[in-house]
């Protein structure tokens, strides 16, 4: 390893970058547009879902029970005069739930029998109307609380859930999927920039005239990981310092594991990034790949949006050949639950074992020949 | 052990092949060449004879599948590094980092070779002077001329003063000018004792060398000095004039002729190589003896000597024959519609009179073209009439290729008149472009479509229909010989029958005008001397020819051109007309490169007085 011919190769992929606004745009335009986009845009939660209110006779009992949902920062009630309307309103799209207090509702329930109310839910988004289920479910169970309270009667109820929610207690979330973010942007400025930035040393045959002096292919490969390492570490500082400040996610863990920890996983998706372009010597080609095979898997399989658990039992086994997973269950364990060591240090072992494979198969890949 | 070092490479026995799928290619067989010390040694051949795997072997990036290369005495096998330490190689395409300042990549080469920083500025500066480049170290290579660069790729190899220089074609596609530029910091290296390995294209550099090594298929023609190959031609080169007749006429019946093995456009004449002494001269004609070039002994050796007057057999071996026994067409077979006149049926003929006619079918007036501040055109006009071959010379970013795409209509003009076929290029771009035919740098094929499928989406993209499409796809496959080759991929074709496919695709629809963008960049002497035949053919058939190329010599098979330099004009006419513009007393007989030299050179001090 020869110092001086190391230094002539990081400074010039320094000031490649630098004067290459499309290496720029990879590595900070993207991670900034990614994280606005999915901390602003992007919310698993419902909010004031509109939802279309019917009731035929409205009365002192229907009016308590709509308080409820007048009060629930789920819900923006919509009241509609007829049943037919709500059901246009629903299909046109206005609404995306119907809730329908028929006229003997108040008459059922003074003489103390079942009152029977409608729902109706768009389940095209199944996820979406389990959880407006859910929260109606707990407008009237909140309602019937309260009216038995004032009837003075005790509700028999024999089992009560007091649910405590932890790790995430205000259920935000955007508190779990700006850390997951952080892996894909770093997948990102590790793999597709690497695959890239080889694969046009190829194209554009400086590569050739690189490998006739004596530079020897360690320092080629190390002339790459070293600018892309530090700019991906930059990424990662923009993205931690983005979430924390920016989206007030918490970070219960410690910084310096998550530096630590990052900088496992970036190894991993830089030697992905080197591997592919290794393999690929053509920028188009290297570009298709990496998007293919590190940010996609990154996207859809890591457990960032998706829940692993609720894949079927193939794609979860596939899903530990995508180290994002690994790296992904450490953000999200250091920025919400704290230094939970038993997680870390299992994922962070399954990184360093990919990373050495990554690597190591580059490294035998490369050799300083044209054959 | 003393003879051995005296060699500073030694092939012995080389065998090289390259497996792409089930293909494979033998590069190399059985070579063995030496290269001497402390001299300049040419490598020469045509396309596909293995010159840039020869320099690849010498560099220790690729290794020989038989047989030994060293290096320096180094085993290229075991010593790639020590190797690597010592030499300086320049590819055809040598690498410099376009997002880099030129001083910024001679600084990264300098630390890649390990030139000590205490060196480092008075060698950076020795080589700025050497190559006349110290004005533009701040500029970026991207932003740098053709041959700028060049110089600057050849500067970064020759950082640590290496022992063995090997260069891969460093010459091709640059301007005149830089051309002689790198070739008089090739002489001076050689006066400081260096060893050189170059290979080239253009046969008159040759002459510069030392020693020649002559490549064929891989193997090893002959290795001697330029003079031992032109020693056994003397007595068989000839000029040959006729009062009467046009010269390209005349090139045509000393072709047919009997022991006329080349024939070819020079000057006022034509130039001959005889297979034997004496000349028969016919009536009319001035037969004047000239020395031996080695374009001639280079002629002599790769074509197969053949029966003139009547083709070879077709493609008995095609790898080879293709080159030399071009079926060429005959004008009278030529069907190409050249006339005003409706499209004649295929297989009709056309007489070739029709050249006679003086209507400009293209008019060019005060066009411009900018890139943002950047002016690629300035102000130019021209006119060409019908039925000619008209050039359009220059070095790379003389301003060619965007003069031809606003031609082609593909590029809008910044302003100026632009008429092609009696249409208003920048008014009816479509009616103006259905009139053309385009064949493209590198030849725009479908590479994974087979020879007929290419025939006949062109057919279809040109809206050709029913009998007519049946006449135009049996004309193309006739006129240009491509039966055998129908069904082959045009990425297997050998590049002869890819160049007559593209000339056939672009006929389909039966144009007045040719475009021709760079045919015979990256193509060897034999196969250019086989297009330029056949366009010939095509002019006399009344076709319009409008070609570019940056061959000085190629300018003779014009009628008329126009030589450009940094989007202007330098000069518009007939090849004779412009060298005579060049003739001064200690030069009577300008080549066109000459003029062009003295023209550019002229054309500069007139600005810089302007100035």
């Known amino acids: 390893m020869n110092r001086q011919r190391l230094r002539g190769l990081i400074r010039k992929e320094f000031l490649q970058v630098l004067r290459d606004p499309s290496a720029i745009a990879i590595a900070f335009v993207l991670p900034v547009i990614l994280l606005l986009l999915f901390g602003y845009g992007v919310s698993l939660d419902a909010r004031e879902v509109p939802i279309a209110v019917v009731i035929d006779s409205p009365t ?66 199944a996820n979406h109307a389990t959880l407006l289920r859910g929260y109606l479910e707990g407008v009237w169970q909140d309602w019937m609380l309260i009216q038995a309270e004032t009837a003075g009667l005790a509700l028999a109820m024999p089992v009560v859930a007091e649910p405590r929610i932890w790790f995430n207690p205000a259920v935000r979330s955007r508190d779990f999927l700006v850390p997951g973010l952080i892996a894909v942007i770093m997948t990102l400025i590790g793999a597709l920039l ?178 | 052990m003393s003879a051995k070092t005296e060699l500073a490479l030694v092939l012995a026995g080389v065998d090289k092949q390259f497996r792409q799928g089930k293909r494979s290619t033998q590069a190399l067989t059985q070579l063995s060449v030496q290269v001497q010390r402390g001299r300049i040694t040419g490598l020469m051949g045509p396309d596909g004879a293995g010159k840039t795997t020869l320099m690849r072997l010498a560099a220790a990036l690729l290794h020989p599948d038989a047989g030994e290369v060293q290096v320096l005495g180094l085993d290229t096998r075991t010593q790639a590094s020590l190797i690597q330490q010592q030499i300086g190689y320049m590819p055809q395409r040598f690498g410099l980092y376009e997002e880099l300042s030129l001083r910024e990549n001679l600084d990264l080469y300098a630390d890649l070779q390990g030139l000590p920083d205490a060196e480092r500025a008075a060698r950076c500066a020795e080589l700025l002077r050497l190559t006349a480049l110290s004005p533009f170290a701040a500029r970026r290579a991207g932003d740098l001329s053709g041959g700028m660069k060049q110089k600057l790729g050849l500067a970064c190899t020759l950082l640590r003063a290496p022992t063995l220089l090997l260069l891969d074609e460093p010459t091709v596609g640059v301007d005149p000018i830089s051309r002689r530029e790198l070739w008089s910091i090739i002489q001076t290296l050689h006066g400081q004792g260096a060893t050189v390995l170059v290979s080239t294209a253009y046969l008159d550099e040759a002459e510069r060398c030392d020693d020649i090594i002559l490549l064929d298929q891989g193997r090893c023609l002959a290795q001697q000095p330029p003079a031992a190959f032109t020693a056994p031609l003397a007595g068989h080169c000839w000029r040959v004039r006729h009062a009467g007749m046009h010269r390209r006429a005349l090139q045509e019946s000393l072709l047919t002729r009997p022991g006329v093995r080349d024939a070819t456009l020079q000057a006022e004449g034509v130039r001959v190589l005889l297979a034997e002494n004496p000349p028969q001269p016919a009536p009319d004609e001035d037969w004047q003896p ?61 007489p070739p009179a029709a050249t006679s006619s003086s209507e400009p079918v293209i008019e060019v007036q005060n066009l411009r073209r900018s890139f943002g501040s950047f002016e690629a055109v300035k102000d130019i006009s021209f006119s060409v009439t019908r039925g000619e071959v008209f050039g359009l010379l220059g070095a790379n970013g003389a301003g060619k290729t965007t003069t031809f795409r606003m031609l082609c209509g593909l590029l809008p003009a910044s302003s100026g008149v632009l008429r092609v076929a009696g249409v208003d290029v920048r008014q009816a771009t479509a ?181």
Request: aromatic fraction near 10%.
């Open chain 1, 194 to 371: 690497t695959a890239l930035v080889i694969a046009r040393e190829w194209e554009r045959g400086t590569m050739e005239a690189l490998m006739a002096s004596p530079v020897t292919m360690g320092e080629i490969l190390l002339g790459k990981l070293i600018p892309y390492f530090l700019l991906g570490m930059g990424g990662l500082l923009l993205s931690v310092a983005m979430a924390v400040w920016l989206f007030q996610v918490p970070l219960v863990g410690s910084f310096w594991l998550l530096v630590l920890c990052s900088a496992l996983f970036l190894l991993v998706a830089l030697g992905m990034g080197l591997l592919i372009s290794t393999l690929a010597k053509n920028q188009f080609v290297a570009g298709q790949v990496a998007i293919i095979v590190t940010f996609l898997p990154a996207f859809i399989l890591s457990g960032f949006i998706f829940d692993i658990r609720s894949m079927p039992e193939a794609v979860q086994i596939i899903t530990h050949l995508v180290a994002a997973r690994f790296y992904v269950a450490i953000l999200q364990t250091l920025f919400l639950a704290g230094n939970v060591w038993p997680l870390i240090l299992t994922n962070a072992a399954a990184l360093l074992l990919m990373m050495l494979i990554f690597l190591g198969i580059t490294r035998a890949k490369s050799r300083k020949r044209l054959d």
């Open chain 2, 290 to 350: 000239q020395p031996p070039r080695f374009e001639d002994a280079f002629i002599s050796l790769l074509s197969p000597p053949s029966t003139p007057g009547q083709p070879a057999p077709a493609m008995s071996t095609p790898s080879r024959d293709q080159r030399a026994s071009d079926p060429v067409p005959r004008s009278s077979a030529v069907t190409v519609d050249g006339g005003m006149a409706p499209a004649p049926r295929a297989g009709s003929t056309q």
């Open chain 1, 60 to 125: 002192p009992q229907t009016a308590s029970f709509v308080a409820g949902l007048d009060y629930s920062p789920y819900f923006a009630p919509r009241y509609v005069a007829t049943a037919a309307a709500a059901s246009e309103a629903l299909m046109a799209g206005q609404v995306s739930g119907i809730l329908w207090l028929r006229g003997d509702f108040d008459r059922l329930l003074l003489t103390g029998r079942t009152a029977p109310i409608g729902v109706w839910l768009n389940a095209v988004d």
């Open chain 2, 431 to 611: 009616t103006a472009r259905a009139r053309i035919g385009y064949v493209a740098q590198k030849f725009a094929l479908y590479g994974n479509l087979s020879t007929q499928q290419n025939l006949h989406f062109f057919a279809s993209a040109y809206g050709l229909r029913g009998a007519r499409r049946q006449a135009r796809l049996a004309w193309a496959e006739q006129e240009f010989a491509l039966t055998d080759y129908l069904g082959t991929n045009t990425g297997a074709l050998p590049l002869g029958f890819k160049q007559r496919l593209a000339l056939a695709c672009a006929l389909m629809h039966e144009p007045r005008i040719l475009f021709l963008d760079e045919p015979t960049s990256g193509v060897d002497p034999l196969a250019r001397r086989a297009f330029w035949r056949r366009i010939n053919h095509l002019a006399e058939s009344g076709v319009t020819i409008m070609v570019t190329t940056h061959f000085m010599d190629e300018a003779e098979y014009c009628d008329h051109l126009v030589l450009m330099s940094r989007g202007e004009v330098l000069a518009f006419g007939s090849p004779q007309a412009i060298r005579a513009q060049a003739t001064t007393p200690d030069h009577p007989e300008p080549s066109m490169e000459d003029a062009f030299v003295q023209l550019i050179q002229t054309h500069e001090s007139d600005s810089r007085q302007a100035a």
